[in-house]
C-alpha cells in the first residue's frame, strides 16, 4: 500500500498533465460562436505553440481550421489532457473513450451534474467511477476552465494574464472569472488558475498540495464554498503557510449563505466559527472581499512581514491620521508613543507646530513626507509604517487655468514630481534595510501620482483608504506572528 506521501507525488505528477500537457483534445470543439465548445477550443488555440491540439467533433472536418477527429480513440498521437464541453449525458461515454485512449487528466467544463439535483449526482459518480477506473484525474465538472501562464496554456480566459506570484483556485466559475478581473484591473498577475467546480475527483486540497511546491508560485489565493476533506486541508496548510502564504475568501458566512453554496457546487459547508479557528491555527489568511484578496497578496509580494504590531502613522492632515487611528485600533494593531529621538529627529524636518505624538501629522508640509518616513521606519519601537494622502504628488489637468497661470503651475509641478521621483529609491532601500512594510494610502483628490507609479514598479503598493491601508497591515501582522511562531516548532 502506498503511503500519503506516495499519494501526494502521484497527484502533483498528474496535475503536471493539467498545467503542462504537450497534447491536448477538446472534446466538444465547435465552429460555432457562442458555443462553449467554440470559445474553449479557440482559448486553447491561442496558447503555446508546443502544444499539439486536436479537436473532437463528430459532425466536422475541421474546426477553425484545424483537423477534427470523431472520437477521440481516433487521435494518432498520445493525448495527455481532455478538456470535455458536451452535454452532461454523453461525458460518461466520453470519458470510457479517453481511458480507452491513455488520457492522463481531463477538465470537464460541462454542468447538468450534482449541482442540478440526485440525477445529476448519480451521472457525475458514473463518471468519476470510470475516470477512477482508468487511472484518469479530473477538474469539476461544473466549472470554466484553468490556465497556465507559464506554459501559456488556456482554457478560459478571454485574453492572456500577466505573469506573476498569486494562484488562483476557486470553488465558482463565474465568480473566479470575476476574481481574475479584479486582479488584473489591480496590476497583479497570475501563475497559474483553476475552477475547481463540482469537485467530484480533485479537490481543493489537492490543488493546494500541488502549488505549495510550485516553483511559479509564491502566493496561494483560494475562494472558498466548503472544505470536501477539512483535516486534510488544515495538515497540507500548517506545511505550505510556513513557507508560502495563502489567502482565501471563505463565503456562507451566514446560514442563507452557506445553504446558497451547497445549492451551487454542492459543496460541504459547516460552522463558520470552526473554519476561522482552523484557518487561524493553520496560518491561513482569511479575507471577506475580493479587493482584501488583492490587497494582502499586493502586499505580500515584496513587503517585510512586520515584527509586531506597532503602527507608525505620518498624515498631511489631522483628520487622515484620527482615522487611521481608529481603523488600526479597531484591528488591534498600536500606536505606540513616539520617543524622544524619533521625534527631535522629526524636529529637523517639520514646523514647530506639528503636535510630536504618533500619528505624526505634517500639518500640510507634504513634500517633507520623504525624510518623515524615513524616521519612522527607522524607529525601534515602530513595526510598520502607515502613510496616509502624503506620498504622490498629483499629476492633475491645468486646463483649467489661463496660459501664463498654466505656465508657472506646470513648471512647478515639474519640479515637484521630479523632486519626488528622486526620493522613491530611498524610501525603497530604507524599507528592505529596516526590514519593516510601508502600507501606503492615498488622499481624496491627488490624482494619478507618478512616484506611486515608481513605487508599484518597485513592488510598494498603494491603497484608495485608510482604513483599507490598516486592514493590510492587520493581516501581515496576524501572518507574521503565525510565520514566527511556526519557526519555533
Not at 242 to 249: D, L, N, Q, S, W
Request: aromatic content about 8%.
Amino acid at each position: 500500500m502506498r503511503g500519503v506521501g506516495e499519494v501526494e507525488q502521484s497527484v502533483r505528477r498528474q496535475l503536471e498533465y493539467l498545467f503542462s500537457p504537450r497534447s491536448v483534445a477538446v472534446i466538444g470543439a465547435s465552429n460555432t460562436p457562442g458555443k462553449w465548445g467554440f470559445g474553449v477550443f479557440n482559448r486553447v488555440l491561442r496558447t503555446s505553440s508546443d502544444i499539439r491540439i486536436y479537436p473532437i467533433n463528430p459532425n466536422a472536418q475541421d474546426v477553425l481550421g484545424v483537423k477534427a477527429y470523431k472520437r477521440v480513440v481516433e487521435v494518432p498521437e498520445p493525448v495527455d489532457l481532455a478538456v470535455v464541453v458536451i452535454p452532461p449525458q454523453a461525458v460518461p461515454a466520453a470519458m470510457e473513450e479517453c481511458v480507452q485512449k491513455g488520457v492522463k487528466a481531463a477538465v470537464i467544463i460541462s454542468a447538468g451534474f450534482k449541482e442540478t439535483g440526485e440525477e445529476g449526482a448519480e451521472l457525475e459518480e458514473q463518471v468519476a467511477r470510470i475516470a477512477r477506473q482508468g487511472g484518469i484525474r479530473f477538474v469539476g465538472p461544473n466549472c470554466n476552465g484553468h490556465f497556465n501562464t507559464a506554459s501559456d496554456f488556456y482554457t478560459t480566459g478571454e485574453a492572456s494574464f500577466k505573469k506573476g506570484p498569486l494562484a488562483l483556485v476557486s470553488q465558482s466559475g463565474n465568480f473566479g472569472g470575476h476574481i481574475l478581473q479584479r486582479g488584473v484591473e489591480r496590476g497583479i498577475g497570475f501563475s497559474k488558475y483553476v475552477s475547481s467546480g463540482n469537485e467530484a475527483d480533485l479537490h481543493l486540497e489537492d490543488y493546494i498540495d500541488y502549488l505549495a511546491e510550485d516553483e511559479e508560485t509564491r502566493i496561494i489565493g483560494a475562494y472558498i464554498e466548503g472544505l470536501r476533506d477539512g483535516k486534510r486541508f488544515l495538515e497540507l496548510a500548517k506545511k505550505t503557510t510556513k513557507k508560502k502564504p495563502i489567502i482565501v475568501m471563505k463565503v456562507g458566512r451566514t446560514e442563507e449563505g452557506s445553504q446558497a453554496a451547497q445549492s451551487h457546487t454542492g459543496a460541504l459547508s459547516g460552522s463558520d466559527e470552526i473554519y476561522d479557528a482552523a484557518f487561524r491555527q493553520s496560518g491561513v489568511i482569511r479575507v471577506d472581499e475580493v479587493d482584501d484578496l488583492f490587497d494582502v497578496a499586493l502586499a505580500l509580494v515584496r513587503q517585510p512581514l512586520p515584527k509586531g504590531k506597532r503602527v507608525g502613522i505620518l498624515t498631511i492632515g489631522g483628520g487622515f491620521g484620527v482615522v487611521a487611528t481608529d481603523a488600526c485600533r479597531r484591528l488591534g494593531l498600536e500606536i505606540p508613543v513616539l520617543t524622544e529621538e524619533t521625534i527631535q529627529t522629526l524636529n529637523r524636518f517639520l514646523p514647530p507646530r506639528w503636535p510630536h505624538a504618533n500619528p505624526v501629522d505634517m500639518t500640510g508640509e507634504a513634500e517633507r513626507s520623504y525624510p518623515c518616513l524615513g524616521t519612522l521606519l527607522k524607529a525601534e519601537n515602530i513595526d510598520a509604517v502607515l502613510a496616509v494622502g502624503c506620498v504622490g504628488y498629483p499629476s492633475q489637468s491645468l486646463d483649467r487655468y489661463s496660459g501664463a497661470v498654466r505656465e508657472r503651475l506646470e513648471e512647478y509641478r515639474q519640479r515637484m514630481i521630479e523632486g519626488e521621483l528622486t526620493l522613491v529609491d530611498g524610501l525603497v532601500e530604507r524599507v528592505d534595510r529596516y526590514g519593516k512594510p510601508l502600507i501606503i494610502t492615498a488622499s481624496t483628490g491627488r490624482g494619478e501620482s507618478e512616484a506611486i507609479a515608481k513605487l508599484e514598479r518597485n513592488g510598494i503598493y498603494g491603497y484608495p483608504t485608510p482604513e483599507r491601508g490598516a486592514r493590510v497591515l492587520s493581516h501581515l501582522v496576524r501572518y507574521g506572528e503565525y510565520v514566527r511562531e511556526s519557526g519555533k516548532d
